[in-house]
């Protein structure tokens, strides 16, 4: 009775985060980040080069877009049409742009990102423990098989065709597994870790990183009740994220008390400048953002580079 509750359980659980995982969908930029009719206008006008970044510049000063290509400049999608914000990837498969995108997983057909990473590290977690589970109940039968403990029919076959399967499956997730584990404790997705993001002043591979406890939060939330449920409960909104980057960025204005300037318009969702951890409404429990715009000093910054020049990535 014990062997059937649990077995039950680790299959629902299964089963509930790899559906969940297929059938979420991969959460894309808001209309903040797509340019306007107007911009796109321009910008196929204006020659590749400087004329082109000086547009995107335009698009994006008001939106919290603080990492850049190999090249330094604005990271920019010419088949969404989108300035891409921070951690944001175009899939090729997919077609689309996908928020804090990991990767495209064949196994459920779709694109791991910010929506439903949670899910797959569930369906991960869960499928690896089921494995492990009929591995472990199988194993008493397999040793049978063995020596010759079983009845002479085909179940026997069936007894050793299973514990080879769940085994060697259970090698394979367990692998899988503890690199996303590593992967989340470093704040990083696969795709960063091939290709560290780059920043204003410098790239920095542990850029995101604020540490192992609040990089779990991120990705799990603050309340642990949902923590082991596959139910989104992910902090932020997959635009703009926290960083660990203390220095002053050589293109922000100096502020007292060596606070950020925020934008001029205070509606606007976004800031203007980057969140530090200390500021971060993810992590913390701080205004929201168009709220600490509203109190803060006003501000406006421009891009001062000449040489940027603007680079597609997908």
Known sequence: VVCLVAYH??????????WKTIFTLPMNPSKEFHLSYSDKESL????RGESQQEVLRRAAKDLPIYTRTMSGAI?????????????????????????????????VNNCVGFSNYKFFLLFL???????????????????????????????????????FAAAMFSVSLSSLFGYHCWLV????????????????????KNGFSLGFSKNLRQVFGDEKKYWLLPVFSS??????????????????ASTPGGLNSTSKNENH????????????????????????AAKAEKGKVG??????????ET
């Open 303 to 312: 891009m001062s580079n000449p040489a940027l020049t603007m680079e597609n």
């Open 75 to 107: 990271r920019y999608c010419d088949r969404c049409h989108l300035v891409k914000p921070d951690r944001c990837h175009h899939c090729s498969v997919c077609d689309k742009c996908i928020l804090k995108m990991d990767h495209h997983c064949p196994w």
């Open 185 to 204: 404790s470093k704040n990083k997705s696969t795709l960063e870790v091939f290709r560290a993001p780059i920043f204003r002043h410098r790239t920095d």
């Open 269 to 292: 969702l976004f800031p203007a400048k980057p969140l530090r951890d200390s500021q971060s409404h993810l992590l913390t429990d701080t205004p929201s953002w168009s709220e600490t």
């Open 44 to 47: 196929e006008r204006e020659p």
């Open 125 to 163: 977690a869960y499928s690896l423990l089921y494995c492990l589970f009929i591995a472990a109940t199988d194993l008493q039968y397999f040793i049978k098989f063995w020596t010759n403990g079983l009845p002479d029919t085909q179940a026997k076959f069936h007894i050793m065709f299973l514990f």
């Open 235 to 252: 902090l932020g909104d997959g635009c703009s994220f926290p960083t660990c980057l203390v220095n002053q960025d050589p293109e922000q």
């Open 9 to 18: 359980i680790f299959f629902m659980l299964f089963v509930w985060s790899y």
